[in-house]
């Protein structure tokens, strides 16, 4: 059983806000209206409860965040209002987005009415759910449009960059988290590898994972992809094809348990018996691949430098990158930077700093892309090396 942390400290709640505050005083902002719903698994809730601790297990919901006063958060149900309170300490005024329990909610009104409540009305105001790491945005287009016709004297501007900017560098609370979230994830492996043999059902060995998560504190839904066969891409619902486990199967995985919102991001690879000469030499590779990285990554390092040497390993066998990353940044969300071998000349220049986490998910593949094995788990960038927030090993279980 992973030990539970309570909440993260007011401290903590401190420094972000210390954060946030500077940053919307440098750009004129006086207040931040941030979305947030919850598409995948939950984790575009990930601005809001960065400012938070609230969000998850489906919520939806608009965060008004100004310079200077009380943090107000809109859900969508008024009957968990007493819960998003018990599970937390840093927002006290939470409210539903309804006049009554059964009214729709109408996130243009509540925001426009709390704005003026602040008297911010003619302000400068920033909104979070723009472009970003969601290109296109994710702030309903209806919701949006009547905000700013509801408040025709106030100046908007696209402010996501500034809450995705400085989640990138993780406090040692949020380090704490993503390591309890992998060591869940480890557990979920061990499960896998206890029951994995000829003849196991898929969904067995998917739905033994999932139980061993959340009974040791993960947070639902999680993100997981899966694949039994020719190591074909760990995929969505392959687990649901009501299949057996056969001899020379290998299970690949992709998923990601969550703890306190804050996820991580694993691969563990198993072979029901002895694998042919290409699995292992996709395995070899991926591996070499893992540990190149590790020898290397610290803070100051380039995108370029780390992904050159990472995908040096698997083009000298003659394979491809599959799925098509060597890894990305980790948190509350799929952060940036993204490691590939074909950088833009902006990205190759990007350099890692201490408090970052990554993800290394490396996978080598036959150049056809049918074949391939992934690996890795989050590690986080010090300023002498790496620190890897998982205690288990990468490699490729062989199960007879």
């Not at 979305?35 to 809730?45: E, P």
């Not at 958060?73 to 937390?88: G, S, T």
């Not at 947070?219 to 619902?237: C, D, H, Q, T, V």
């Not at 391939?372 to 490729?396: D, M, Q």
Request: proline content about 4%.
């Amino acid at each position: 059983m992973v030990d539970r942390i309570r909440e993260l400290s007011l401290n903590e709640r401190d420094r972000r806000y210390k954060l946030v505050r500077e940053e919307m005083e440098r750009r004129g902002l006086d207040c931040l209206v941030i979305w947030g719903d919850s598409g995948k698994w939950d984790t575009k809730f990930a601005n809001i409860y960065y400012l938070t601790q609230i969000g998850g297990n489906g919520e939806v919901g608009i965060c008004v965040f100004p310079k200077e006063g009380e943090t107000t958060l809109f859900v969508w149900a008024i009957y968990m209002i007493d819960e998003w309170l018990e599970y937390q300490s840093w927002v006290k005024d939470v409210r539903s987005s309804r006049v009554s329990r059964w009214a729709r909610p109408y996130w243009s009104n509540a925001v426009i009415d709390r704005i003026k409540e602040l008297k911010l009305e003619n302000g400068r105001i920033g909104v979070v759910g723009l472009e970003g790491t969601e290109l296109e945005g994710d702030i309903p287009y209806v919701t949006y449009k009547k905000i700013l016709e509801g408040l025709p004297n106030a100046t908007f501007e696209n402010a996501t960059d500034i809450i995705e900017n400085i989640r990138l560098i993780k406090s040692e609370e949020e380090l704490r988290c993503i390591e309890k979230a992998s060591a869940i994830g480890d557990l979920a492996a061990e499960e896998m590898y206890r029951k994995a043999k000829v003849g196991a059902s898929e969904e067995e060995l998917f739905a033994g994972m999932i139980r061993t998560m959340i009974v040791n504190g993960s947070e639902y839904p999680i993100m997981f992809l899966w694949s039994a066969g020719k190591y074909n891409r760990a995929k969505r619902l392959t687990y649901n094809k009501r299949k057996k486990l056969r001899k020379g199967d290998i299970i690949l995985t992709e998923y990601s348990p969550r703890y306190r919102g804050y996820c991580s991001h694993l691969q563990r690879p198993i072979c029901i018996g002895k694998p042919d000469t290409l699995a292992r030499n996709l395995y070899e590779a991926s591996v070499e691949s893992f540990y190149a990285g590790i020898s290397v990554l610290k803070a100051g390092i380039t995108l370029e430098e780390l992904c050159k040497k990472m995908y040096e390993p698997i083009e000298r066998r003659g394979f491809v990158l599959y799925p098509g990353v060597l890894f990305h940044g980790m948190g509350l969300y799929w952060d940036r930077p993204h490691g590939t071998p074909f950088l833009s000349p902006e990205a190759a220049r990007m350099e890692l700093r201490e408090g970052m986490v990554l993800a290394f998910e490396p996978g080598a593949s036959d150049p056809d892309l049918k074949r391939g094995i992934h690996v890795g788990h989050p590690v986080a960038v010090t300023a002498k090396g790496c620190r890897e927030l998982s205690k288990a090993k990468v490699e490729l279980k062989f199960k007879a």
